[in-house]
């Protein structure tokens, strides 16, 4: 069972904003914490972002100031918006409960790609 459905990424440049969506089909989605987590190449899962059931929110340093996480709890979903890209900010990005689910949760992700 697809658990997490990830879309918004792409190909921009610096200083560039994108909006990325997910959107869940798990039972207790509006019981839990959700985060967006990123992933390069050889590396671990990322965790930037994330969102409590009641809207408190958290952020990496890296990504503070710039990045919005947001939940909708109606269309059992959550959202990234990603301000002033850079480079290093290029990954997947996958959204999943905060902690994940577990190994086989994770869903196919969007890619983001930010590049002059």
């Known amino acids: 069972q697809v658990l997490f459905v990830e879309s918004g990424g792409g190909l921009v440049q610096p200083g560039d904003s994108l909006k990325l969506s997910c959107t869940s089909t798990?039972?207790?989605?509006?019981?839990?914490?959700m985060g967006w987590y990123r992933q390069t190449p050889g590396n671990l899962h990322e965790l930037v972002a994330s969102?409590?059931?009641?809207?408190?929110?958290n952020y990496v340093d890296s990504v503070k100031g710039r990045f919005t996480i947001s939940r909708d709890n109606a269309r059992n979903s959550v959202y990234l918006e990603m301000n002033n890209l850079k480079s290093d900010d290029t990954a997947t990005y996958y959204c999943?409960?905060?902690?994940?689910?577990?190994?086989?949760?994770w869903g196919q992700g969007t890619q983001v790609i930010v590049s002059s």
């Open positions: 999943n409960t905060k902690p994940n689910w577990g190994d086989s949760s």
């Open positions: 798990l039972g207790i989605f509006t019981e839990s914490p």
């Open positions: 969102i409590a059931t009641r809207g408190a929110t």
